[in-house]
């Protein structure tokens, strides 16, 4: 998890490989949960001690609140809490909003986890440690524990996380609280939590930032949450991580935007000459929209870097979050075809945003089966078919990106059975009047020719 101070990227070790194992995990008790967003779906922030003011945090937009961070010692025992009114007046305010409160134990620390290290080897300091967090969740009147072993190495470190983690969870969820934990994004760490570790916990708060170029970038991220899932990790029980600050130079996301309140809508800005990259609010809503289908949740890092108006960050999840459970817009759903019969196709299959899409000779699959929205919108494997970057120029491409309501993506069918795009008022073309197996398709001045006659889902 971010300190003040830069901290050591996931990156570490050169990004060795990993061999990702299949293993099937049962699910924990699910203990002390909130109830306020839809399907169990997961908002996590966290507080720092040492930063925030408990009275500005936007708890009917939250679900779950890290306090960070109690340090522990060598013999299992705990490190006094800094700014313990504050984490008194976090749960008060918590509770009074159905928010739960956990402690956050560890962090980076400057990288230095031998408290960690030396407790989890020793079955003593092991059992103390259980003992002396179970009484500071009840001291504090707290809902749960998130560890941020910040990071156990694969091998016998890993081994006693695992025994650690066991014994804690076992303890808290018999009292009905909470065991989480912060982890790796990807590298050489990830292998320090073993798959048996899923078991135990609620969920992983996965920290899918300090990495990619640019920093925390949507392909890099998810890939990190799917790293996670590979190992056998459940999508329930993958909480998505985003920063609320930039890499290279640690600007917090409020700092930014009152730089230059644009900022809010970017990914990257320039800070006296230098690129400072982060996460602004259409990249936010990305990563919210991919983890309401295939994670269990998003988290932050963290609540004191967000701004409060209307370009927060916490508000931009929350409202992609109630704006999602609505269905998307129903309609007709099959193959559309095209010149020579052929179909409608995305190519290999893959969601991934940028897809091509092409015809193809018909095969049934999932790549071609289209949904012809009542919004406009022709849809096959979650997305919408889309012109790239939004151009209104002869040639240019259709893709698969996400549906973003942009004129990008609406497609109106003609009486001549063509298919216009009102934005560019121009149709949907199959290039070079091919029929070819894998032939783009683009959008063109409407003429009616057999390339731009297509054939609905009835």
Not at 305 to 326: F, H, K, N, P, R
Request: net charge neutral; with cysteine.
């Amino acid at each position: 998890m971010s300190s003040p101070r830069p901290r050591r990227s996931a990156l570490v070790a050169g990004l060795l490989a990993l061999a990702t194992a299949g293993a099937t995990v049962a699910l924990s008790p699910v203990a002390a949960d909130a109830a306020v967003l839809p399907n169990n779906f997961k908002s996590v922030g966290y507080m720092p001690s040492w930063s925030g003011n408990v009275n500005t945090i936007q708890y009917s937009k939250l679900t779950h609140i890290n306090y960070a961070f109690v340090l522990p010692n060598n013999d299992g025992s705990l490190r006094p809490v800094e700014n313990p009114s504050k984490l008194s007046s976090l749960v008060s305010l918590g509770h009074a909003n159905n928010v739960r409160v956990s402690i956050a134990i560890g962090g980076w620390n400057d990288g230095n986890d031998s408290a960690f290290e030396a407790l989890a080897a020793n079955s003593g300091a092991r059992g103390a440690f259980v003992s002396n967090v179970i009484a500071f969740v009840n001291q504090f009147n707290l809902d749960g524990v998130d560890i941020d072993w910040e990071y156990p190495d694969p091998g016998a470190s890993a081994t006693n996380y695992s025994l650690l983690m066991q014994q804690l969870g076992s303890a808290l969820h018999s009292r009905g609280k909470l065991l989480t934990a912060a982890v790796v994004s990807e590298g050489y760490y990830v292998e320090g939590v073993p798959t048996a570790v899923f078991g135990y916990v609620d969920w992983l708060n996965i920290m899918a930032y300090d990495g990619g170029s640019p920093h925390a970038n949507y392909d890099w991220a998810i890939s990190s949450v799917n790293l996670w899932k590979s190992r056998g990790l459940p999508a329930g029980k993958a909480v998505f991580g985003v920063p609320f600050y930039s890499r290279p130079g640690y600007y917090t996301y409020s700092a930014l935007v009152a730089m230059d309140p644009a900022n809010a809508n970017r990914d990257c800005t320039t800070v006296s000459g230098v690129q400072q990259c982060y996460n602004g609010i259409p990249t936010i809503k990305r990563k919210t929209q991919w983890a309401l289908a295939n994670a269990g949740g998003m988290m932050n890092w963290e609540l004191s870097q967000d701004t409060t108006g209307s370009t927060s960050l916490v508000s931009a999840i929350y409202d992609t979050v109630m704006g999602g459970t609505t269905p998307p817009p129903g309609g007709p759903t099959g193959p559309i075809t095209g010149i020579a019969g052929k179909c409608v196709d995305v190519a290999a299959a893959n969601s991934a945003n940028g897809t091509a899409i092409q015809l193809y000779t018909c095969n049934g699959t999932a790549a071609q089966s289209w949904t012809v929205a009542t919004d406009g919108t022709l849809r096959a494997l979650g997305k919408c078919a889309d012109v790239t970057s939004g151009s209104t120029a002869n040639g240019a491409k259709v893709q698969l990106w996400d549906c973003n309501g942009t004129g990008a993506q609406v497609w109106q069918a003609q009486s001549n059975g063509t298919l216009r795009n009102p934005q560019s008022n121009k149709c949907l073309d199959a290039t070079d009047n091919s029929s070819a197996n894998g032939t783009r398709l683009q959008i063109w001045d409407c003429f009616g020719g057999a390339n731009q006659v297509w054939r609905l889902p009835a």
